[in-house]
T-cell receptor
Framework: GAVVSQHPSWVICKSGTSVKIECRSL??????MFWYRQFPKQSLMLMAT?????????EQGVEKDKFLINHASLTLSTLTVTSAHPEDSSFYIC?????????????FGQGTRLTVV | GENVEQHPSTLSVQEGDSAVIKCTYS??????FPWYKQELGKRPQLIID?????GEKKDQRIAVTLNKTAKHFSLHITETQPEDSAVYFC???????????FGTGTRLTVIP
């Protein structure tokens, strides 16, 4: 299947700093990628849809100025958590859908565990 | 927006028995219903999916049924094995495998 890679896998940062998470589609082009957040033992919550070459679409309740999304190329979307606070600590996962055709499965990155201290 | 509910939250079965997990959705426009298996700290892995034009789909020990009228779909795992132990999430989407709205998850434990 298609491969989606996230970097870093885990990061620890100080409160007030910003953290950038990368999501790459390694063997296909993705005009759209998705960012999810998962709290411990909870479900994945869709945060935003990342659109290549245009602004991201945020779900209700997600602060766009807090979670900056950039999709500068067909294989890379980035999520920047700005001025991170301990409550931002979570597991962040991206996904991308493989190109249109027979296979329309959504593939997930391995996730990034963010800990803000 | 879409609201997906999932039951039960935890499920324990004896090895070899069947496991059933049920989900309901709220948006009648949803047309894609995947099921994911997630092991601790790892990415969700698609195990089976179904589209709204099909009522049932089977893949070896795993099957999914969809009732569009009632807006619910279920995952059935037969002949469970210890390696089936994981958290299972259902999801629903209006746009194929795009904006997925997930259920709350079911922690399945298969007892050897």
């Amino acid at each position: 299947g298609a491969v989606v890679s996230q970097h870093p896998s885990w990061v620890i940062c100080k409160s007030g700093t910003s953290v950038k998470i990368e999501c790459r589609s390694l063997d296909f082009q993705a005009t759209t990628m998705f960012w999810y957040r998962q709290f411990p033992k909870q479900s994945l919550m869709l945060m935003a849809t990342s659109n290549e070459g245009s602004k991201a679409t945020y779900e209700q309740g997600v602060e766009k100025d807090k979670f900056l999304i950039n999709h500068a190329s067909l294989t890379l979307s980035t999520l920047t958590v700005t001025s991170a606070h301990p409550e931002d600590s979570s597991f962040y996962i991206c996904s991308a859908r493989s190109p249109a055709g027979k296979n329309t499965e959504a593939f997930f990155g391995q996730g990034t565990r963010l800990t803000v201290v | 927006g879409e609201n997906v509910e999932q039951h039960p939250s935890t499920l324990s079965v004896q090895e070899g028995d069947s496991a059933v997990i049920k989900c309901t959705y709220s948006d009648s426009a949803s047309n894609y219903f995947p099921w994911y298996k997630q092991e601790l700290g790892k990415r969700p892995q698609l195990i089976i999916d179904i589209r709204s034009n099909v009522g049932e789909k089977k893949d070896q020990r795993i099957a999914v049924t969809l009732n569009k009228t009632a807006k619910h779909f279920s995952l059935h795992i037969t002949e469970t094995q210890p390696e089936d132990s994981a958290v299972y999430f259902c999801a629903a989407s209006k746009g194929g495998a795009n904006n997925l709205f997930f259920g709350t998850g079911t922690r399945l434990t298969v007892i050897p």
